[in-house]
């Protein structure tokens, strides 16, 4: 597991549970990413919170606006911005 | 004016789909007579025909949204209300000919919502009429009560096409299964709503031909990747809210508006920037608050938005909302709000509210706190402020991020300063 993914599945974990009580298991790569047990605003606030973990949004950094629908399409995009930023 | 519409149509047309069902224009020719009545119903079937039954027959409509009862009470006494329709059984069948006042609540996420008149003109004003369009098929997303839904289901029935409707406590994934069964060529929502179906598996089969969005500041990042999406659609976005109407449309696919509107507004509508905020003068809305005395427009008519704007070449962009305002996804939050839920924690000595870009809501809610002494344990600190919001603030009000600093730049005003690096929308 990359350092990137790990960091994603903890922050993701902690988000759901602020909002729903109970801790998630670690969703599947397929797994759509709005059905994963956030919302827009769990979403929202994940992005928010792995900036402040990475140092970096690839959504605001990349040239094009991105639109993850799994939840390793999202992963992939911070691995992919983490590899290009070094 | 809409049974008018219809009556123009073939008959066996499909005028609306809804879960399977279709309605064609001809058997959508009842009237309800009302005095002045109030509507608050759930299925959207029943919400639209009710709503095309009483167009031109009764005096006033109230259009509810899902409000709490005493709200609803106070709202309709405000209004005049008669009769509040439940089910669609309860509507009375008869006739009578005139122009309908359409009332219409503000979103405001505070307090009762305030009461808007509209007549059918101060809402179609940017709408093209048109016979009957074969194939051509608005979804509804909205709420049909809200400004906006009413827009869409007015856009839908007057300029020729059929109405895709969906019910709002569906997920998302359903709702947008349904617009691609019932085949739907033009859809209307908020950018946020725009960026969620972007990440909706499905959204992509959609066969769009309009693509119009409204309701928050558009950007040129979310126009660009609708674009990409959806290379044959036209973008369209609209400039409107409860008290200032439909004000303008902007169609050539960037973000804010031509600087020559202002001089040269569209449609009978006039536009002033005055002290960085716009300005809409609008003479087809009633111009105050139904039920108060208070007017939300000047002598001239023109009505304060709010909205900071600044003019870049032959260009007016967006900048937020004058007051601070932060949207969360549409949801407006102030500031000060949280700060003082924040500051009713007992180890918060300081606390800065401000917006955080975000790329799905748009804008988030980050807080700056300065503890009051130094935390043993600052993570412990954190979650102990998260409990506290999460006990007194909506969702989307919560902060997404609480940074433990030193201190805050005070203004030279002595108020905090509401512009952090990196905090601009």
Redesign the interface.
Known sequence: MTPIRQTILETYAEVVE??SGSRPAAPEDDR????SGLD??G???L???LE?AFGF?P??ESD??????TFGDFIRFYEAHGARAG | MLRAALRTRPLDSPALFYKGQTIPAAALTDTAYGGRVALRLDDPLALARAIIALDGTAERVLLLPDLPQETIATLMAQAGIDQLIRDSSELTAGHSDRPTEWILATSGTTGVPKLVRHIIASLTRMISASGWQEGQRWGLLYDMTRFAGLQVLLQALLGGASLILTRGDDP??RRVAELAEAGCTALSATP?LW??L????GAETLPLQQITLGGEIVDA??L??LH?RYPVARLTHIYASTEAGAAFSVTDGQAGFPARYLDNPPKGIALAIREDRLFVRNPLVDPAYLGGEKHFADAEGFVDTGDSVIVTGDRVFFAGREDGCIN??GNKVHPEEVEAVLLSHPDVALARVSA??????GQ?V?ADIVPAGTPGDPAALRRSI?VHC?AMLA??KRP??IRLVADLDIGASGKLSRTLPGSAS
Request: charged share 20%; aromatic share 10%.
């Open positions: 602020s909002q759509v990413l709005l059905e827009s605003l979403f929202a606030i992005v928010t919170r402040e949004d959504f605001v094009e606006a991105y639109y993850p629908v | 998302l994934p946020t960026r969620k972007m990440m909706t598996p990042d979310s660009s990747a990409r969360v996804g955080r870009r975000n790329p799905i809501t988030l980050v998260e999460a969702p989307f997404a991020l």
